[in-house]
């Protein structure tokens, strides 16, 4: 099986930071922002193994971008990813009730 060195751009750095940033200061919830980093980095740990497995988005802006999605294991998170030889690159982070389409435009 093939492994992708992963590769998180800043853009999805700062889209993280601000979800983790809202559960500690707005929720006041550490314990919560400690576990959707773990779930965070467990992704991106099956993303590194199966990412060419992962099929093409049925959404067309995605489509048209390249892009790839997979979700957290077990929060209501996602990122965005594209494949490039043998390098994923996260390019964004996005809560499940966020407007993909608005925020990439």
Known sequence: M?????????????????RIDYIVFVLKNKQAAKRV???????????SHIAGSIRISDNELLRERNL???NFHKH??????????????????????????????
């Open 76 to 105: 209501d998170y996602y990122l965005l990813f594209k494949i490039e030889e043998d390098k994923v690159k996260v390019t964004n982070i996005f809560h499940g009730w966020e407007d993909v389409e608005e925020k990439l435009k």
């Open 68 to 70: 790839k999605r997979l």
């Open 37 to 47: 980093m773990l779930d965070y980095h467990q992704t991106i740990n099956t993303l």
């Open 2 to 18: 093939k492994q992708y060195k992963v590769i998180i751009l800043s853009e999805a750095q700062r889209d993280l930071q601000k």
